[in-house]
């Protein structure tokens, strides 16, 4: 996912500030979806429960 968002033009600063204080939505049984708002748009990560306490990111997309 790191990769994605660089092929993306997606600064780090943005995706660590969206991980560390996102807002989080569950929509499946075991699928996350981390998003917040900046200034010219927002940052949403989508990743998978693992455990408890660990969630892999999949894909990071930037929308307008």
Known sequence: A???AEDR????ELV?????GGYFH???KD???ISKKFHGGTV???GKNVSENLVKIVT????L
């Open 44 to 46: 949403v990560c989508v």
């Open 26 to 28: 569950h929509f499946s």
């Open 2 to 4: 790191v990769f994605r």
């Open 16 to 20: 660590k500030a969206t991980l560390l």
């Open 31 to 33: 699928m996350i979806r």
């Open 60 to 63: 990071i997309e930037w929308k």
């Open 9 to 12: 033009g997606i600064p780090w």
